[in-house]
């Protein structure tokens, strides 16, 4: 009957029509048609895994991993720094000002040699004293020969010729006084002069210079004592950052291993003198001093290894050398990974051993199967 009507109106037929889409739509909406898409899973293919050709497997044989007996070692890095009991501040005990500097920073000195001179009040003051001393002396001396002459004879009375001789000493001793003050300064009695000379207290290079031309010298003027300070390098001291877990491995006297990073191939070989008695509050750290003999390539400031051995015995694994991966400041060995796919894991290497082998201290165990040509087989990877 409804249809038959809006057959009749066509603008009611429409109506309808619409209606019932619409009611249609929106069911559809409320049963669950608006829920999230399934999730895309993305596959990253391994970056560690490479894949030759099967006729090509041949090339890059395996062998298994030794096992070594090796005692523990403890590694820890430190710096190059001076050892203060060969460091030597200089010291211009005569205030004034520096007019003349005969060395700069860095120079190599010897025992003895001069360094600078200093125009100094103090010295003036010292050779007036000097001179009166010589000349009370004097005197005091003609008083006492006279004096004694006179009592030899009876006019004076031993009283008098005491006070006479008393007189003598007395001179002598301020003459004696005023005579160390210029030695003191370093002034030579036979050149009176205003000037004075510094010299170099030991052999040794200046690491530090606080002095200029023109610049104020002495205890009394300058801002600073130390003129200069003469180290010597013939011996320097590693100071490392040990760990507290580790510092039980450690023991004074015992001998460490130094690998300079600016010279791997140089290994020199110290002695630890010193464990710090305070831990850093903060990296839970000991400073351990190594004492050891500079052959002249050590500079303070330099970054450097060192490897201290204990005394424990530890199993660890041996490949050859070409088997190692050294790529990113990190070591690397390739093992197999079924059919003609290989796999690259990091290990911790050690120290070269004999027989062109290496050790491994962590990442693989002996008995494993390694490729004994790693960066040949990086290089077919990479291709």
Request: charged letters at 20%; one cysteine or more; proline letters at 4%.
């Amino acid at each position: 009957m409804i249809l038959k009507r809006c057959e009749r109106y066509p603008i009611c037929f429409a109506l309808t029509t619409g209606m019932i889409l619409s009611l249609t739509a929106c069911k559809k909406q409320e049963s669950g048609d608006g829920a999230p898409p399934p999730t895309q899973v993305t596959h990253v293919t391994d970056m560690n895994l490479i894949t030759v050709d099967s006729n090509k497997v041949g090339q890059f044989p395996l062998k298994a991993a030794e096992k070594i007996e090796a005692t523990s070692q403890l590694t820890a890095t430190g710096s190059v720094v001076p050892d203060v009991g060969r460091t030597i501040p200089v010291i211009s005990l005569a205030s004034g000002r520096v007019v003349e500097i005969h060395v700069r920073l860095d120079d190599a000195v010897k025992k003895g040699q001069l360094l600078m001179k200093v125009q100094s009040p103090d010295v003036t003051n010292a050779w007036a004293a000097y001179r009166k001393a010589v000349n009370d002396e004097q005197l005091a001396n003609k008083a006492f020969l006279r004096a004694k002459e006179l009592y030899d004879h009876g006019a004076i009375s031993q009283a008098v010729l005491e006070q006479a001789e008393n007189g003598e000493t007395d001179a002598k001793e301020s003459l004696t006084a005023t005579e160390e003050q210029l030695k003191l300064y370093g002034v030579d009695q036979a050149h009176p002069s205003s000037l004075v000379g510094v010299y170099a207290p030991s052999s040794g290079v200046i690491i530090s210079q606080s002095v200029t031309n023109a610049a104020a010298a002495g205890v009394t003027y300058a801002g600073s004592s130390t003129a200069f300070t003469i180290a010597d390098l013939s011996h320097v001291w590693i100071v490392c950052d040990v760990f507290e877990n580790d510092l039980a491995k450690l023991r004074v006297g015992e001998s460490a291993q130094i690998h300079i990073n600016a010279y791997p191939d140089r290994v020199l070989t110290g002695r630890v003198s010193d464990i710090g008695p305070v831990l850093d509050p903060s990296l839970r750290t000991a400073k351990v001093r190594i004492e050891v003999e500079n052959p002249g390539i050590l500079k303070f400031g330099m970054f450097v290894t060192a490897t201290f051995a204990g005394r424990a015995t530890e199993t660890h694994a041996a490949v050859t050398a070409e088997a190692v991966l050294h790529l990113h400041d990190r070591d690397w060995v390739f093992v197999p990974a079924g059919a003609n796919q290989f796999k690259r894991i990091e290990v911790h290497a050690g120290r070269m051993l004999d027989r062109g082998r290496q050790e491994i201290l962590s990442g693989i165990e002996p008995g494993q199967q390694i490729v004994t040509n790693a960066l040949q087989l990086e290089t077919a990877g990479d291709q």
